[in-house]
C-alpha cells in the first residue's frame, strides 16, 4: 500500500498537481462583516485593489466605479481591500471607509473589511498574490495604494497593475475585454 502511494504522490508532482491553496478557495469577510466566498466568483474575471480614503491616487475610486459599471457582472468583478499600510491613509473604521466611498464616488464594487496588505500581519490573500510559491505565476510586492492583481477566469493570477496606473489605462481594458 506504502508503494501505491508513493507512486500516486510522485505522479502528482511530475503532473504539476499540488495541494497549493487557490484564488477560489479564500473566504474573507466584506466590508460589513459577512462572508464573502470567492468560489462563487468562479468564471468571472476579477480585479483586486488595495485601497485609502485619503490619498493621492483615492479619485481612482471614480474610475474604478466607472469601469465596473461598464463591465461588472457575469464576467468581471472588483473587489476593494481597504489598508492602511502607507503613512496611515486608511486609519477609518470599516463604517467610514464605507460611508466615505458612497458619498464621494458612490462605489457599488464589493468592499472588503480593512486588511493589513504587507508586512508581520499580511492577509493571507496578499500572501497568495505576492507569493510565487503560492499563486504559481509571480513574486511582487505591494508598493502603494491602489496596486491592482488581475485574476483570470479560471482563478489564476494574471498580472499586477502598478498603483499609479489608472484603471481605465487601456491594458486594463484590453484585459477586461479579451
Request: charge should be neutral; glycine fraction near 6%; charged fraction near 30%.
Amino acid at each position: 500500500m506504502k508503494k501505491i502511494a508513493s507512486v500516486f504522490l510522485f505522479v502528482l508532482v511530475v503532473l504539476g498537481v499540488s495541494a497549493q491553496q487557490k484564488f477560489y478557495d479564500f473566504t474573507v469577510k466584506d466590508i460589513e462583516g459577512n462572508d464573502f466566498e470567492f468560489a462563487k466568483l468562479k468564471g468571472k474575471k476579477v480585479l483586486v485593489v488595495n485601497t485609502a480614503s485619503k490619498c493621492g491616487l483615492t479619485p481612482q475610486y471614480k474610475q474604478l466605479q466607472a469601469l465596473y459599471e461598464t463591465y461588472g457582472g457575469d464576467d468581471f468583478v472588483i473587489i476593494g481591500f481597504p489598508a492602511n499600510n502607507f503613512a496611515n491613509q486608511e486609519p477609518g473604521t470599516n463604517e467610514e471607509i464605507v460611508e466615505f466611498c458612497e458619498r464621494n464616488y458612490g462605489v457599488s464594487f464589493p468592499m472588503m473589511e480593512k486588511i493589513s496588505v504587507k508586512g508581520d500581519d499580511k492577509h493571507p490573500l496578499y500572501q497568495w498574490l505576492t507569493q510565487k510559491e503560492k499563486n504559481g505565476k509571480m513574486d511582487s510586492e505591494v508598493r502603494w495604494n491602489f496596486q491592482k492583481y488581475l485574476i483570470d477566469k479560471d482563478g489564476n493570477l494574471v498580472d499586477l497593475v502598478e498603483p499609479k496606473v489608472k484603471p481605465d489605462d487601456k491594458r486594463i481594458l484590453s484585459w477586461i475585454q479579451n
